[in-house]
């Protein structure tokens, strides 16, 4: 933590130098152009030619000056971006608050774990992991949450996330500019509608004139001034007004090109100035390295294609002022032009604008998962195997305070499957999503909350926190037959990491506890690894039946001074202690 208050400190300091001189910088812009107003006054009342050249002067001390205020201007906001993002780190490490955005429209109830494991939303692995300031960003980190991937690409994640994980500058610096961007996720859908709008190209007749009617109309007005044939005049009236027509005929393909492409100029000069980030960069993991070589097009950096095209929207952006469109198109069917270029620029890179886009979002992901792994020096990457065994050693959740969080051994081989048991919060639930959160961790190549592990990468089905659905008009017992069905029909496809708690509640207890001992029986069978947790003792006793892949486990709780002391600590064997009766006595219930 002490680098995030090193970091404050260092940017507070720089953030108050840049403010004064911005502050200064606008003063002196203010005075300038009232100083040319000034000299442009005397110039008027005393027809000098000084005062002129003064006014002149002025005001290109004015223009010179707005150019060092907008560079200061986006300076100071990147500077104030990094300084919160230091200020947000200390917070989330103090456990103060999580001014983190909580990915809740990701969340999805039919996925085989996202509601169950609260990968979304309020206090979310999602919230407490994002890092991201782009929807593309968001939307590649919730994607990585939800999906399972090779050993192969684990393996590369893992080496990218260890890279980045030393790289703070670097990572908090593409984060200030994401940030900065103000994308959302209509900007990212704009963007990709246009990618997606297909249009024929030009017709030769409209290309023609708007080479020929820009030339003939600059030649009428430069005879003129050699002449000063008032004809000439007339003739080059007549072009401007033809040029209108002609762009009038133009018109609705221009808007129909920009439609829905509000400020979609600054947006993709953002996306250039993240993707310049990368390409000047030097990486050493073989995933980073892969990713900015696909910034490479036509032997130019897709940065340079990306300000093309910003450039490209800003001038046609022209057309929604009247007096420029006039003008402008008047004299040489500017947006016509502009028209043409952003359809060549359409043709030549439309295809790879997309995957440019995705590296962005990739490396705000990955940086997500960096800043993990450096906030938790004491988590690691697990080891991947292709044997099906699954180990952790201090296994603990993730989100856990850590100074209170107790860790636990755990292995799933010889025995693949855990009948867990024990009494009320002694720690069953969140053991298993202990186990459910770091199996989604490690197979998307990030750190996991353990001082050791190795797993055999597998999909994680989970059946622990189902409510009634009543949109689907279905109750809790039905959700959860249809969860149970789910997961049964993932088994068929592929062995899979089995998690349930507490099922079939939603019955009485002889054909909840039959129901649950068939489930158990029907998912090893499948081949399934996991653990099931229970209250019902005979559930236990299936162990005698497959004692080679069922193993029994529990977490005990002690009666210490008339108090239940919970030590959370996973134990072999079947839980012999309970609570309930004892709760009930001491209050008075029973």
Same mark, same amino acid.
């Given at each position: 933590?002490?680098?995030?208050?090193?970091?404050?400190?260092?940017?507070?300091?720089?953030?108050?130098?840049?403010?004064?001189?911005?502050?200064?910088?606008?003063?002196?812009?203010?005075?300038?152009?009232?100083?040319?107003?000034?000299?442009?006054?005397?110039?008027?009342?005393?027809?000098?030619?000084?005062?002129?050249?003064?006014?002149?002067?002025?005001?290109?001390?004015?223009?010179?000056?707005?150019?060092?205020?907008?560079?200061?201007?986006?300076?100071?906001?990147?500077?104030?971006?990094?300084?919160?993002?230091?200020?947000?780190?200390?917070?989330?490490?103090?456990?103060?608050?999580?001014?983190?955005?909580?990915?809740?429209?990701?969340?999805?109830?039919?996925?085989?774990?996202?509601?169950?494991?609260?990968?979304?939303?309020?206090?979310?692995?999602?919230?407490?992991?994002?890092?991201?300031?782009?929807?593309?960003?968001?939307?590649?980190?919730?994607?990585?949450?939800?999906?399972?991937?090779?050993?192969?690409?684990?393996?590369?994640?893992?080496?990218?996330?260890?890279?980045?994980?030393?790289?703070?500058?670097?990572?908090?610096?593409?984060?200030?500019?994401?940030?900065?961007?103000?994308?959302?996720?209509?900007?990212?859908?704009?963007?990709?509608?246009?990618?997606?709008?297909?249009?024929?190209?030009?017709?030769?007749?409209?290309?023609?004139?708007?080479?020929?009617?820009?030339?003939?109309?600059?030649?009428?007005?430069?005879?003129?001034?050699?002449?000063?044939?008032?004809?000439?005049?007339?003739?080059?009236?007549?072009? #401007?007004? %033809? +040029? &209108?027509? =002609? *762009?009038?005929?133009? @018109? /609705?393909?221009?808007?129909?090109?920009?439609?829905?492409?509000? $400020?979609?100029?600054?947006?993709?000069?953002?996306?250039?100035?993240?993707?310049?980030?990368?390409?000047?960069?030097?990486?050493?993991?073989?995933?980073?390295?892969?990713?900015?070589?696909?910034?490479?097009?036509?032997?130019?950096?897709?940065?340079?294609?990306?300000?093309?095209?910003?450039?490209?929207?800003?001038?046609?952006?022209?057309?929604?002022?009247?007096?420029?469109?006039?003008?402008?198109?008047?004299? #040489?069917? %500017? +947006? &016509?032009? =502009? *028209?043409?270029?952003? @359809? /060549?620029?359409?043709?030549?890179?439309?295809?790879?604008?997309? $995957?440019?886009?995705?590296?962005?979002?990739?490396?705000?992901?990955?940086?997500?998962?960096?800043?993990?792994?450096?906030?938790?020096?004491?988590?690691?990457?697990?080891?991947?195997?292709?044997?099906?065994?699954?180990?952790?050693?201090?296994?603990?959740?993730?989100?856990?305070?850590?100074?209170?969080?107790?860790?636990?051994?755990?292995?799933?081989?010889?025995?693949?499957?855990?009948?867990?048991?024990?009494?009320?919060?002694?720690?069953?639930?969140?053991?298993?999503?202990? @186990?459910?959160?770091?199996?989604?961790?490690?197979?998307?190549?990030?750190?996991?909350?353990?001082?050791?592990?190795?797993?055999?990468?597998?999909?994680?089905?989970?059946?622990?926190?189902?409510?009634?659905?009543?949109?689907?008009?279905?109750?809790?017992?039905?959700?959860?037959?249809?969860?149970?069905?789910?997961?049964?029909?993932?088994?068929?496809?592929?062995?899979?990491?089995?998690?349930?708690?507490?099922?079939?509640?939603?019955?009485?207890?002889?054909?909840?506890?039959?129901?649950?001992?068939?489930?158990?029986?029907?998912?090893?069978?499948?081949?399934?690894?996991?653990?099931?947790?229970?209250?019902?003792?005979?559930?236990?006793?299936?162990?005698?039946?497959?004692?080679?892949?069922?193993?029994?486990?529990?977490?005990?709780?002690?009666?210490?001074?008339?108090?239940?002391?919970?030590?959370?600590?996973?134990?072999?064997?079947?839980?012999?202690?309970?609570?309930?009766?004892?709760?009930?006595?001491?209050?008075?219930?029973?």
């Amino acid at each position: 933590m002490e680098i995030y208050f090193n970091k404050v400190d260092h940017y507070s300091k720089v953030y108050n130098q840049i403010s004064k001189r911005y502050n200064s910088i606008s003063l002196l812009r203010l005075l300038s152009i009232f100083f040319c107003l000034f000299m442009l006054f005397y110039y008027i009342k005393t027809n000098e030619i000084f005062y002129a050249v003064i006014a002149f002067l002025s005001f290109a001390g004015f223009l010179f000056l707005m150019r060092i205020h907008s560079k200061l201007s986006f300076k100071r906001e990147l500077t104030k971006a990094i300084l919160e993002i230091n200020e947000d780190e200390i917070a989330y490490l103090k456990r103060e608050k999580l001014p983190f955005e909580n990915g809740i429209e990701f969340n999805d109830f039919h996925h085989p774990y996202a509601y169950d494991l609260d990968i979304f939303g309020e206090h979310s692995l999602f919230q407490n992991l994002n890092r991201t300031a782009t929807f593309i960003g968001k939307k590649t980190l919730a994607n990585k949450l939800l999906n399972l991937f090779s050993n192969e690409t684990i393996l590369e994640n893992q080496h990218a996330v260890n890279e980045l994980k030393t790289k703070i500058d670097w990572r908090q610096d593409f984060e200030s500019l994401a940030i900065v961007s103000a994308d959302s996720k209509n900007s990212y859908e704009s963007l990709i509608h246009w990618i997606s709008f297909k249009n024929n190209s030009l017709s030769k007749v409209l290309l023609s004139l708007s080479v020929i009617l820009p030339t003939v109309f600059f030649g009428f007005i430069t005879s003129y001034f050699i002449t000063s044939k008032a004809i000439l005049l007339s003739y080059a009236t007549y072009i #401007f007004i %033809f +040029n &209108l027509m =002609v *762009l009038g005929r133009s @018109l /609705k393909r221009i808007q129909s090109e920009i439609a829905k492409a509000d $400020n979609i100029d600054k947006t993709i000069k953002q996306y250039s100035l993240l993707v310049e980030k990368i390409e000047t960069e030097k990486f050493e993991s073989k995933k980073l390295i892969e990713l900015q070589k696909q910034l490479i097009s036509k032997n130019a950096a897709a940065s340079s294609h990306l300000k093309q095209l910003s450039e490209l929207f800003s001038r046609m952006d022209t057309i929604n002022n009247f007096v420029t469109a006039i003008v402008f198109n008047g004299s #040489f069917l %500017f +947006n &016509l032009h =502009v *028209l043409r270029a952003l @359809l /060549k620029w359409k043709e030549n890179y439309a295809h790879e604008l997309e $995957n440019w886009i995705n590296i962005i979002g990739e490396f705000e992901a990955l940086n997500s998962l960096a800043n993990l792994s450096y906030n938790n020096s004491d988590f690691v990457f697990p080891e991947i195997n292709s044997e099906y065994k699954i180990g952790f050693e201090n296994l603990s959740h993730p989100l856990l305070n850590p100074e209170t969080r107790v860790g636990n051994n755990t292995h799933f081989y010889p025995q693949s499957f855990m009948i867990l048991t024990g009494s009320n919060m002694s720690g069953k639930s969140t053991f298993l999503r202990s @186990l459910g959160i770091n199996m989604v961790l490690g197979g998307i190549g990030s750190v996991v909350c353990a001082s050791k592990a190795n797993i055999h990468p597998l999909p994680v089905l989970v059946s622990m926190r189902l409510s009634d659905s009543l949109a689907d008009s279905e109750s809790y017992f039905f959700a959860e037959i249809k969860r149970l069905k789910q997961i049964m029909d993932a088994l068929e496809e592929r062995p899979a990491f089995v998690l349930l708690d507490e099922i079939l509640r939603g019955t009485n207890s002889d054909d909840k506890r039959n129901g649950t001992i068939e489930v158990v029986k029907k998912v090893i069978a499948k081949k399934a690894i996991g653990a099931i947790a229970t209250h019902d003792i005979e559930v236990c006793l299936t162990t005698n039946e497959y004692p080679d892949i069922l193993t029994n486990q529990c977490f005990e709780v002690e009666i210490e001074n008339n108090e239940l002391h919970f030590d959370y600590k996973l134990r072999s064997g079947i839980c012999k202690n309970k609570s309930a009766t004892f709760l009930m006595q001491k209050m008075g219930v029973i």
